[in-house]
């Protein structure tokens, strides 16, 4: 069964330093979403790409985080630079259309000292 | 603003017990999530419902759009079903609203 691939699963940083987070969709889903999971929180959309369009980017802040998506199939999501308050789990998930289901990957478990 | 309220946000049971997580919604959706999310972060679709119930192993999801309220429920509940259950809707083509989710412990 397809799956959303992301990488890492876990990465440890400094405060100051930059991270990347990557996702793979699954084959043929156009809609692609990054989500920022705080610990006892629910998920909240960070950005939403249509194939390699960015349709919603409300809630990223643009002063630190980029995300690109330049094919239309995976997609970057960094922080530049990582403060203290990004520590959370980032999820990806990915659609054939917006509005349908969704799948979502297994996360990467961002930690910033 | 669209609000998810999810109810309890907490629930301890006994293995084997009938388990009922409560969400409810403020504004008209075009459909509803039930998702699952395991200590090591991965969330998996449960089930995506507009309407009526639907029923997958020992899970059962209800929806009554009317009332905006869905209901999740897990019969004969076992350790392994321990998790935390988020609630999370679409209106429109929008992106999901998440629920903050409910931590379900179920204890042998």
């Known amino acids: 069964e397809a799956e959303v691939a992301q990488s890492p699963r876990y990465k440890i940083t400094e405060k100051s330093q930059a991270v990347a987070f990557w996702c793979d969709p699954i084959?043929?889903?156009?809609?692609l979403y990054w989500y920022r999971q705080i610990l006892g929180q629910g998920p909240e959309l960070l950005v939403q790409?249509?194939?390699?369009?960015?349709?919603?980017d409300s809630q990223l802040p643009k002063d630190r985080f980029s995300a690109e998506r330049l094919k239309g199939v995976d997609s970057t999501l960094k922080i530049q630079p990582a403060e203290l308050g990004d520590s959370a789990m980032y999820l990806c998930?990915?659609?054939?259309?917006?509005?349908?289901?969704?799948?979502f990957g297994p996360g990467t478990r961002l930690l910033v000292l | 603003k669209n609000e998810v309220e999810q109810s309890p946000q907490n629930l301890t049971a006994q293995e084997g017990e009938f388990i009922t997580i409560n969400c409810s919604y403020s504004?008209?959706?075009?459909?509803l999530h039930w998702l699952q999310q395991h200590p090591g972060g991965g969330i998996v679709s449960l089930f995506m419902?507009?309407?009526g119930k639907k029923k997958h192993g020992r899970l059962i999801a209800t929806i009554n759009i009317q009332e905006k309220h869905s209901s999740l429920h897990i019969t004969a509940s076992h350790p392994r079903d321990s998790a935390v259950y988020i609630c999370?809707?679409?209106?429109?083509?929008?992106?999901?609203?998440f629920g903050k989710g409910t931590r379900l412990s179920v204890i042998a």
């Open positions: 084959s043929g889903h156009a809609t």
């Open positions: 999370a809707v679409i209106i429109g083509n929008t992106p999901l609203v």
């Open positions: 790409f249509q194939d390699e369009s960015v349709v919603d």
């Open positions: 998930a990915s659609s054939r259309l917006a509005g349908v289901d969704q799948y």
């Open positions: 504004v008209g959706i075009s459909a």
């Open positions: 419902l507009s309407s």
